[in-house]
């Protein structure tokens, strides 16, 4: 299997590899109602059980990668993971999170997961990635609208013990090869 790379570069972003230097900020998040909006639920994660997951590399395996979103100047706004379905490992799954709430509105979150699906695609060679988002959560809809997703189902899932409803999306490889977003991303 191809590896991903630790550090992807946008536009106006770098998504990099979550180092135990970003801990204090992950747990101040992890426990900030704002943090996380409406629409997801705070994972409350103890500093010990972050830094333990950060040493042991399990945010940093071939199945599931997390990342820091930064703007330019290297301030951390977000973060964005994705992880391997274990029934489907040719099916990734996205989560992107914009923190930091003076950021959100500004198109971060959608560029940080076109890039992260360019490189899912090109150098995973998946055949599909797939993402969640409350049914109420018009702005994520509109986001994955923009990249070529389309709407596979509603259901209920669950996010962090919290069962919510939600619509599944999904782009398949064939659908990423014909979108032009993806072809001309440069800028």
């Known amino acids: ?18 180092e135990e230097t970003d801990i204090k900020q992950l747990i101040a998040w992890s426990n900030n109602k704002q943090a996380y909006g409406d629409y997801l639920t705070p994972e409350q994660i103890s500093e010990n059980t972050f830094r333990e997951k950060v040493r042991s590399g399990a945010t940093w395996t071939q199945k599931n990668r997390s990342f820091i979103i930064e703007t330019k100047d290297g301030t951390a706004i977000g973060t964005i993971n994705y992880w391997l379905r274990p029934e489907c490992e ?65 259901l209920t899932y669950e996010d962090c013990h919290v069962t919510r409803l939600g619509h599944l999306y999904r782009i398949d490889s064939t659908q990423y090869t014909k979108y032009p977003d993806y072809k001309y991303h440069y800028e």
């Open 90 to 154: 040719k099916c990734g799954v996205v989560k992107v999170r914009i923190a930091e709430t003076a950021e959100r509105g500004k198109g971060y979150g959608t560029e940080a997961q076109k890039y992260l699906v360019i490189e899912l695609f090109e150098r995973l060679k998946l055949n599909a990635v797939e993402m969640y988002t409350d049914v109420n959560n018009k702005a994520q809809q509109r986001c994955l609208g923009k990249l070529g997703f389309e709407l596979v189902n509603s």
């Open 1 to 18: 299997m191809t590896i991903l790379q630790d550090t992807i570069f946008t536009p106006r972003l770098k998504l990099r590899k979550v």
